[in-house]
């Protein structure tokens, strides 16, 4: 059964960092390896939609979809580990959120429909 799990959420102050990483498991149950999907964060303020922040494809190829975080969010991905990560640094109060991962088959995409699976999320509170 594949899995992700999200960690290194918690309460910072603004300009402050964190390292968000999400660990994958099981893939190889859906019939392929965990090479295959793309791996993305998502993001859900209290009371609005879900959307997409960034996405990779293998270990290196990397979309962004959201303008707001350019330059302050990096994601990344270990492949050995079956891990990714986004680094937030300058995080600024409207970037509370609970951060999601995500997977999908080949390709990057920014809908949230289009995810194979999900992880349960990881609050992120930016806060004085």
């Known amino acids: 059964q594949p899995q992700l799990v999200e960690s290194g959420g918690g309460l910072v102050q603004p300009g402050g960092s964190l390292r968000l990483s999400c660990s994958a498991s099981?893939?190889?149950?859906?019939?392929?390896?965990?090479?295959?999907?793309?791996m993305s964060w998502f993001r859900q303020a209290l009371g609005k939609e879900r959307v997409a922040v960034s996405c990779?494809?293998?270990?290196?190829?990397?979309?962004n979809y959201a303008d707001s975080v350019e330059g302050r969010f990096t994601i990344s991905r270990d492949v050995a580990k079956n891990t990714v990560y986004m680094r937030m640094s300058e995080l600024k109060p409207e970037d509370s959120a609970v951060y999601y991962c995500a997977a999908r088959f080949l390709r990057c995409a920014k809908r949230v429909n289009g995810m194979s699976y999900w992880g349960g999320g990881t609050l992120v509170t930016v806060s004085s």
């Open positions: 990779i494809r293998g270990a290196d190829i990397v979309t």
């Open positions: 099981g893939f190889t149950a859906s019939g392929f390896s965990l090479d295959v999907y793309t």
